[in-house]
Structure formats: structure tokens, C-alpha cells
């Protein structure tokens, strides 16, 4: 049985910690946070670390060389560890790539007998062929991604986005009557070689890995303001080597998908065609950015803005296919160090983005920042801006799979587990 289906197979909700480690395991960087949990279900960072990894070292969010990523989690986790005066056993790593496909599925059924109350093996019956559908979705877009008929596919994250009966919401349709019940669940699916990778990364850092969590997920959840949950949001997380961007619409998230283009290549571009080494190149650019006048600052500005272009055009394409159709929300909500560059959330604010997209008027456009978000504090007062975000999403995670004493929630892990998914 693997560590991961370990996870999977804990009958109720894991017990609750009192501290716990959040690794985002970057293409630019390994990011650890020590925190405690408070019986508030507030998180309080304890200890920061970070450590830049190398160019070989990851390959568009996913582990290229382990040993090389646990060496350089070791560091990263050591200064977090020093600078809380304690080190906790477990951790939980993010996911991302662009081969991990996060989706809801919505179920809908008709029940024959309305009159009778729902039992737990009924809801069993219909989560479990919500999963069916989920995982068969998964595989087809993963096989036809890849051109490989036999990619394993395996369920990383799974959760209850809400539950109704006739149209009312419930948060546990059990004892309930009605004819229609519908159910709405979250999953994401990663091929089995990356989540293999983290997984054998948190076994040589000797820490018990209590959850591996989609990155956009964790991002979208980590504001958990009611604005979101009536209104929706687009985030927008821009990495080194990835955009990960997540739609929450109707109160839940609907979907993510990943794109492997971020920071690091607006970088290369300043390398190779100003013909300079990928660290002179890098610092030009976090020069221009925080608006130091260098001397190529003209031929910078004309980079970027070509390469902006092109990420522009790639968050068109995404948000295209997860508006499917329907209407997007009116706010986006950006993370990740690649957007510390203005021209990123300058493109998302041009007229010509917003008309070419189902957006009802054009959309606001704010940068998430550390103290925005309150479910995670911050005692080091070393979480300074966007690119933190990621690392708070997924200690807001640890906490909310260990606090989550929704039954809906037990109910699928029971099934997920019967299911061997
Ligand atoms: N001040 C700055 N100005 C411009 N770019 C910056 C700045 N600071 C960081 N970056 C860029 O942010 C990127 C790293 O961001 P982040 O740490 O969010 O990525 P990551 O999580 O390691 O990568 P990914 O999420 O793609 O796996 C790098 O490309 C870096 O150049
Ligand atoms: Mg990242």
C-alpha cells in the first residue's frame, strides 16, 4: 500500500495537529512554513525558509531531480525548523504541473422514491459514481495530453464542493427527503510519476506526509471570504515555470488548469537575446520590476512586454475553456512571484483582454498579499508579498483537511478508499 493511499484510508478526518509544515516544492524555489495550528482553526507561522533551486532541478512545477529538490527542501526546511525552535514530523506538499487536472464533477439524480430519507449507502452509491466519472475524465484528458495510452493516472486531492436537494444546499443530504439530489466534488488527478517524486521527496526528508494538495486549489481557498464565495474569483497564480490559475464560481471552485509558462522564462528571454547568463539576466529583470533604472532598462521593458504578451495570450486560451461557455467573475486575484512584474497585471486590465472573454464587465484585478489572508497569521513578519501566498494556501489546507468534521467529507473518504482510486 502506498504512502499516499495511506492518506487516503484514514476512516475519519486525520486527528488534529497542533503544528504542521507546508513545503511548496517551486521551479524557482523550495518555500517551507513551520506554524501552529490554534484550536481557532487559525494557523500562526512559526518559521520561514526558502531556497532558490537550480535550473535542471525542476521541469515546468514538477520534480525533475530528487535528490537535488531534497537537498535543497533540507535547507529550506532547516531555516524554517531554526527559526520556529521546533521541527513538526508532518508536512503537507503542493501539486502542480501541467498534467495535474483539477475539475468538480456535478452529479445530478433522480431519486425513484422521494419519500424515503437517504442513507449513508445511498450517498455512498452517488459519490462513488461521481469518482467513476472523474477519474474516467482524468485518464481520457491525460492520455490525449500526453499521446500515451497508458498514462497511470492517480486521485491526489478530493473534496466536497456542496451538496443540494431540490435545489435547497445542504451540508449533509443524510435523513434528508427529495427527488433530486445533486452533488458537487473536487478532484484532482496527477500522473502517478510526479506524485511518486513528492512522495519519495517527503520520505528522505523523514516527515510524515499527511496531504499532497493542489496548488490553485489551495490558493483559491485560502482568502475564504464570503466577497469570493458570492461573487466568484479567478486566481492567478504566476510561478517560475508555471501559471496555475483556479475559477471559483457559485460559491465553489469549479476548476483549475496549469500552464507551463511563468517567470522564469521571461527571464530566459532577457538571456537570450541581450545575450547575458541566466543570473545577470535574472537580476536585471527583479531590477526593472521594483522600477531600479538600469542601463538596458529600455531593451528590458520591450522584452517583457512581448514575453507578457504571450503569457496574456495563454491565460486567454485557459480562461476560455474554464468559462465553458458560461459567464466569468468579476475579479482576479494574482500570487506568485512572476506577477511582481507590473506588466502582468497590466495585460489582465487591458480593454482587448476583457472583450475577448465572457467577462459581464471588465474584470478588478488585485495582488494578493500575506496580510490579506486570515486564515494563516504571520508572527516572523518575514511573509512579505505575493509570492508567499502559495505556501499560506497549503497551511490553510493542512488545517482544513485536519478541522473537516463534515460528514459529506468522511463519507467520500470512505468511498475514495473503497474505491482504491
Ligand atoms: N521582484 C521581482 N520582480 C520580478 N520577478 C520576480 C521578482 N521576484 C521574484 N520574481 C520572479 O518570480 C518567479 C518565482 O516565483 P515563485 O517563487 O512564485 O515561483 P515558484 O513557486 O518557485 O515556481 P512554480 O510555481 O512555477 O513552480 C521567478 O521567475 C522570479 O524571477
Ligand atoms: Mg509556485
Known amino acids: 500500500m502506498t504512502a499516499l493511499r495511506r492518506l487516503w484510508t484514514r476512516d475519519s478526518a486525520p486527528q488534529a495537529l497542533s503544528a504542521c509544515t507546508a513545503l511548496d516544492i517551486g521551479t524557482e524555489f523550495a518555500k517551507a512554513l513551520v506554524f501552529e495550528i490554534g484550536d481557532d482553526g487559525y494557523g500562526t507561522v512559526r518559521g520561514v525558509g526558502r531556497k532558490r533551486q537550480g535550473l535542471s532541478h525542476m521541469q515546468s512545477g514538477t520534480v525533475a531531480d530528487i535528490a537535488a529538490v531534497v537537498d535543497n527542501c533540507a535547507v529550506a526546511l532547516q531555516e524554517a525548523e531554526e527559526m520556529a525552535g521546533f521541527r513538526p514530523e508532518q508536512v503537507v506538499i503542493g501539486i502542480a504541473g501541467e498534467l495535474v487536472k483539477g475539475f468538480t464533477t456535478v452529479h445530478d439524480q433522480e431519486r425513484a422514491r422521494p419519500d424515503v430519507q437517504i442513507t449513508e449507502q445511498e450517498l455512498g452509491k452517488l459519490i462513488?459514481?461521481?469518482?467513476?466519472?472523474?477519474?474516467?475524465?482524468?485518464?481520457?484528458?491525460?492520455?490525449?495530453?500526453?499521446?500515451?495510452?497508458s498514462v497511470d493516472v492517480r486521485l491526489v486531492h478530493a473534496a466536497v464542493v456542496g451538496a443540494w436537494i431540490d435545489g435547497y444546499a445542504v451540508t449533509n443530504p443524510i435523513g434528508f427527503q427529495g427527488r433530486n439530489v445533486r452533488i458537487a466534488i473536487f478532484d484532482a488527478f496527477a500522473p502517478l510519476?510526479?506524485?511518486?517524486?513528492?512522495?519519495?521527496?517527503?520520505a528522505k526528508l523523514g516527515m510524515d506526509l499527511i496531504a499532497i494538495v493542489a496548488e490553485p486549489y489551495a490558493v483559491a481557498r485560502v482568502l475564504d471570504s464570503e466577497q469570493v464565495r458570492q461573487g466568484g474569483a479567478l486566481f492567478?497564480?504566476?510561478?517560475?515555470?508555471?501559471?496555475?490559475?483556479a475559477l471559483v464560481r457559485q460559491g465553489g471552485i469549479e476548476g483549475t488548469r496549469m500552464f507551463a509558462l511563468g517567470g522564469r522564462a521571461f527571464t530566459k528571454s532577457i538571456a537570450d537575446r541581450l545575450d547575458l547568463p541566466f543570473p545577470r539576466a535574472e537580476s536585471l529583470k527583479v531590477d526593472y520590476a521594483r522600477g531600479i533604472a538600469g542601463d538596458r532598462q529600455a531593451a528590458v521593458h520591450e522584452i517583457v512586454a512581448d514575453d507578457v504578451a504571450v503569457w496574456a495570450a495563454g491565460v486567454?486560451?485557459?480562461?476560455?475553456?474554464?468559462?465553458?461557455?458560461?459567464?466569468?467573475?468579476?475579479?482576479i486575484y494574482?500570487?506568485?512571484g512572476g506577477s511582481r512584474l507590473a506588466a502582468v497585471a497590466e495585460a489582465l486590465r487591458a480593454d482587448g483582454f476583457a472583450k475577448r472573454l465572457p467577462f459581464a464587465r471588465p474584470p478588478e484585478v488585485a495582488i494578493l498579499?500575506?496580510?490579506?489572508?486570515?486564515?494563516?497569521?504571520?508572527?516572523?513578519?518575514?511573509?512579505?508579498?505575493?509570492?508567499?501566498v502559495t505556501p499560506m494556501g497549503l497551511a490553510y489546507q493542512a488545517i482544513e483537511l485536519g478541522s473537516s468534521a463534515n460528514p459529506l467529507d468522511a463519507s467520500l473518504r470512505r468511498v475514495v478508499r473503497a474505491m482504491r482510486l
Do not use: F, K, N, Y
Not at 462513488?128 to 500515451?148: C, D, F, H, K, P
Not at 517560475?240 to 490559475?245: H, M, R
Not at 485557459?318 to 468559462?323: I, R, S, T
Open 236 to 245: 492567478i497564480d504566476v510561478g517560475g515555470g508555471t501559471t496555475d490559475v
Open 334 to 336: 494574482l500570487c506568485g
Open 369 to 388: 498579499a500575506p496580510e490579506q489572508i486570515e486564515t494563516i497569521r504571520d508572527e516572523t513578519l518575514l511573509l512579505e508579498d505575493q509570492q508567499d
Open 193 to 202: 510519476v510526479h506524485l511518486g517524486a513528492l512522495q519519495t521527496v517527503a
Open 128 to 149: 462513488e459514481a461521481v469518482q467513476r466519472q472523474a477519474m474516467r475524465e482524468a485518464e481520457r484528458s491525460v492520455t490525449w495530453e500526453t499521446g500515451l495510452q
Open 316 to 331: 486567454e486560451l485557459v480562461l476560455e475553456e474554464l468559462a465553458s461557455g458560461d459567464l466569468l467573475p468579476g475579479r
